[in-house]
């Protein structure tokens, strides 16, 4: 039978980072794929505590790689929006508006009730 010492860091009242430690060899459970690994297959945090992150570097590419598509999806339909959304108003402005408050905005604005005030005297 092998002696395991089981360490659980604690912080803010969170679980935080949980390390499996055999006297042989250290090994750490993956919080995503739940497979027990060694622990050269961890990156480290905080070296300068030795905390190391939660997943595998295997899990952690993979959601990293998730993170990117999502964030260049994101950016693209937000750039589609921004050409598609330009409102030309008549008192010579134009601004993108993602939402009706943008509209409302202009149309309180100083400058467009300037221009309209003028345009009806």
């Given at each position: 039978m092998m002696n395991l010492l089981y360490t659980l860091f604690v912080v803010n009242?969170?679980?935080?980072y949980t390390i499996l430690q055999n006297r042989?060899?250290?090994?750490?459970?993956?919080?995503?794929?739940?497979?027990?690994?060694d622990i050269s297959e961890f990156s480290l945090k905080n070296?300068?505590?030795g905390i190391y992150y939660?997943?595998?570097?295997?899990?952690?590419?993979?959601?990293?790689?998730m993170q990117?598509?999502?964030?260049?999806?994101a950016k693209d339909e937000y750039e589609i929006k921004k050409?598609?959304?330009?409102?030309?108003c008549e008192c010579g402005k134009s601004f993108v508006s993602f939402r009706d408050y943008h509209i409302y905005r202009h149309v309180n604005s100083q400058h467009h009730k300037n221009y309209i005030s003028c345009k009806n005297r």
């Amino acid at each position: 039978m092998m002696n395991l010492l089981y360490t659980l860091f604690v912080v803010n009242n969170k679980y935080k980072y949980t390390i499996l430690q055999n006297r042989d060899n250290q090994t750490m459970e993956c919080t995503k794929c739940h497979e027990r690994k060694d622990i050269s297959e961890f990156s480290l945090k905080n070296k300068k505590e030795g905390i190391y992150y939660l997943h595998c570097d295997d899990c952690r590419k993979y959601t990293l790689q998730m993170q990117y598509k999502y964030k260049n999806k994101a950016k693209d339909e937000y750039e589609i929006k921004k050409i598609t959304n330009v409102i030309d108003c008549e008192c010579g402005k134009s601004f993108v508006s993602f939402r009706d408050y943008h509209i409302y905005r202009h149309v309180n604005s100083q400058h467009h009730k300037n221009y309209i005030s003028c345009k009806n005297r």
